[in-house]
């Protein structure tokens, strides 16, 4: 039967015994009147020990007390196995004491090597200061785990309160990421069209330079006859004026005077064209400045045709943010000196080559049929444009070149040169 049945049928045995009787411990049942048989030796033998102490804790009576008084109340205790009435049959039982353990036999040597004699009222003593000191451990124990605990919520909080920081000022910046890569390639369309426009005022202050130029050219040779002609008749008035002909005198005034004027006029005439030729260079410089600024956006990826193919390949809602991931990816490409998607092409009927893009490309060819011919068109412009401006360093191009001074040629030179070549052609044409 259980240890609970057991405590029913007996009682609570630490009140029912005596707390001053000293008893072995750690608890030591002794069992006597085992049955034995002899072995083939001739020696009596009994039954396995560790037989017999699982009965007993099958039955519940692992509890010494409880042992004890089991045996005591079926009447095989301790005391009636000392009576002397007779013979005894079954098993007798009982805790071993202090007469048991100072006994002069094989039960007392084996008591004394295992056990001490200990009071139930000692054994209580120690057990509630056991407890005690159990639970003040405890308590410590769990005081620390709750200081640990705060320590790991407080860890906790301020890991949460950081992440949320974080994820919010992640979120601020791809907001602005987002926002600057939009405004860039929005600025790379104004300053791309900006570039166009300047150099199309280029052209047409060339244009117009050379024209006024070549007027005011004109008028200088067309007075420079004038006025060596003037210079003429004025030396040969002044030798018939030496012969004191009034009228000649009169007429020698007239052309001297309009030989001055001519003159002033051809003066004012070359300093108009010196105060061009610095008004042009100062607009010159002005120009390439602008122009320099500007080349160096040229190359620059487009951003509508990417948001075109991502508003037929995706949802709506998040076209703008794709757009801006695949056109930054682009320009990552674009800008990465070790991709080279150019290819070498004779030109026909002339001796040289151009590069030209190579459509065999394995990235080109990928992006085109991932995204169409939008997206495709703007990166191999772009790629163009770097390879016409020169903006990776990577290829030679053609530059305007003042072979006299061997150095870059600026505009004034450029226009004085084709005034030149002007001119001549104009003379062949009139000596024609």
Same mark, same amino acid.
């Given at each position: 039967?259980?240890g609970?049945?057991?405590?029913?049928?007996?009682g609570?045995?630490?009140?029912?015994c005596?707390h001053?009787?000293?008893?072995?411990?750690?608890w030591?049942?002794?069992?006597v009147n085992?049955?034995?048989?002899?072995?083939?030796d001739?020696?009596?033998?009994?039954?396995?020990?560790?037989k017999?102490?699982?009965?007993?804790?099958?039955?519940g009576l692992?509890?010494?007390?409880l042992?004890?008084?089991?045996?005591?109340?079926?009447?095989?205790?301790k005391?009636?196995?000392?009576?002397k009435?007779?013979?005894k049959?079954?098993?007798?039982?009982?805790?071993?004491?202090?007469?048991?353990?100072n006994?002069?036999n094989?039960?007392?040597?084996?008591?004394?090597?295992?056990?001490?004699?200990?009071?139930?009222?000692e054994l209580?003593?120690?057990?509630?200061?056991?407890?005690?000191?159990?639970?003040?451990?405890?308590r410590q124990v769990?005081?620390e785990?709750?200081?640990d605990?705060?320590?790991?919520?407080?860890?906790?909080?301020?890991?949460e309160?950081?992440t949320?920081?974080?994820?919010?000022?992640k979120?601020?910046?791809?907001?602005?990421?987002?926002e600057?890569a939009?405004?860039?390639?929005?600025?790379?369309?104004e300053?791309?069209?900006?570039s166009?426009?300047?150099?199309?005022?280029?052209?047409?202050?060339?244009?117009?330079?050379i024209?006024?130029?070549?007027r005011?050219?004109?008028?200088?040779?067309?007075i420079?006859?004038?006025?060596?002609?003037?210079?003429?008749?004025?030396?040969?008035?002044?030798?018939?004026?030496?012969?004191?002909?009034?009228?000649v005198?009169?007429?020698?005034?007239?052309i001297?005077?309009?030989l001055v =004027?001519?003159? !002033?006029? #051809?003066? @004012?005439l070359?300093?108009f064209n010196?105060t061009?030729? $610095?008004? +042009?260079?100062?607009?010159?410089?002005?120009?390439q400045?602008?122009?320099?600024e500007l080349v160096?956006?040229?190359?620059?990826?487009?951003?509508?045709?990417?948001?075109?193919a991502?508003?037929?390949?995706y949802?709506?809602?998040?076209?703008e943010?794709?757009?801006?991931?695949?056109?930054?990816?682009?320009?990552?490409?674009?800008?990465?000196?070790?991709?080279?998607?150019?290819?070498?092409v004779?030109l026909?009927?002339?001796d040289?080559?151009v590069?030209?893009i190579?459509?065999?490309?394995?990235?080109l060819? =990928?992006?085109? !049929?991932? #995204?169409g @011919?939008?997206?495709?068109?703007?990166v191999?412009?772009? $790629?163009? +444009?770097?390879?016409?401006y020169?903006?990776?360093?990577?290829?030679?191009?053609?530059?305007?070149?003042?072979?006299k001074?061997?150095?870059?040629?600026?505009?004034?030179e450029?226009?004085?040169?084709?005034?030149d070549q002007?001119?001549?052609?104009?003379?062949?044409?009139?000596?024609?």
């Amino acid at each position: 039967m259980g240890g609970t049945r057991q405590l029913a049928l007996f009682g609570n045995p630490i009140q029912d015994c005596d707390h001053h009787e000293k008893l072995v411990h750690p608890w030591k049942g002794i069992v006597v009147n085992i049955p034995t048989t002899k072995a083939q030796d001739g020696r009596p033998a009994g039954e396995s020990g560790s037989k017999l102490r699982d009965e007993y804790i099958l039955r519940g009576l692992n509890n010494g007390l409880l042992f004890d008084k089991a045996y005591r109340v079926d009447g095989h205790g301790k005391k009636d196995w000392m009576k002397k009435d007779g013979p005894k049959l079954g098993l007798y039982g009982w805790i071993a004491g202090a007469d048991d353990y100072n006994g002069n036999n094989i039960i007392g040597e084996n008591l004394r090597k295992t056990g001490d004699l200990k009071t139930i009222a000692e054994l209580m003593e120690d057990e509630a200061r056991k407890q005690q000191m159990l639970v003040k451990n405890l308590r410590q124990v769990v005081e620390e785990k709750i200081k640990d605990v705060k320590k790991i919520e407080e860890l906790f909080d301020d890991h949460e309160r950081l992440t949320k920081l974080l994820e919010s000022e992640k979120r601020k910046l791809e907001i602005k990421g987002n926002e600057l890569a939009k405004r860039q390639v929005h600025n790379g369309t104004e300053r791309m069209k900006l570039s166009q426009d300047l150099e199309q005022r280029q052209k047409e202050e060339l244009h117009e330079k050379i024209i006024r130029l070549g007027r005011q050219r004109d008028q200088e040779q067309a007075i420079e006859p004038e006025v060596e002609q003037l210079k003429g008749q004025l030396n040969v008035m002044k030798h018939m004026a030496s012969d004191g002909d009034a009228q000649v005198v009169k007429e020698v005034d007239i052309i001297f005077k309009d030989l001055v =004027e001519k003159e !002033a006029e #051809l003066a @004012d005439l070359d300093k108009f064209n010196q105060t061009l030729i $610095l008004r +042009e260079r100062r607009t010159n410089d002005e120009l390439q400045e602008a122009r320099k600024e500007l080349v160096n956006c040229m190359g620059e990826l487009v951003r509508k045709p990417f948001v075109d193919a991502m508003q037929q390949k995706y949802c709506q809602e998040d076209v703008e943010d794709r757009a801006v991931e695949v056109l930054q990816l682009w320009e990552h490409y674009i800008n990465d000196p070790d991709w080279h998607p150019y290819k070498r092409v004779k030109l026909e009927n002339q001796d040289r080559e151009v590069e030209v893009i190579d459509d065999r490309d394995e990235k080109l060819r =990928e992006l085109k !049929a991932d #995204l169409g @011919d939008g997206p495709y068109n703007a990166v191999t412009k772009a $790629l163009l +444009e770097i390879n016409e401006y020169n903006l990776s360093g990577r290829y030679i191009t053609t530059e305007l070149w003042n072979f006299k001074e061997d150095k870059r040629a600026t505009l004034e030179e450029g226009v004085t040169c084709l005034l030149d070549q002007w001119e001549k052609a104009k003379r062949k044409r009139g000596m024609a």
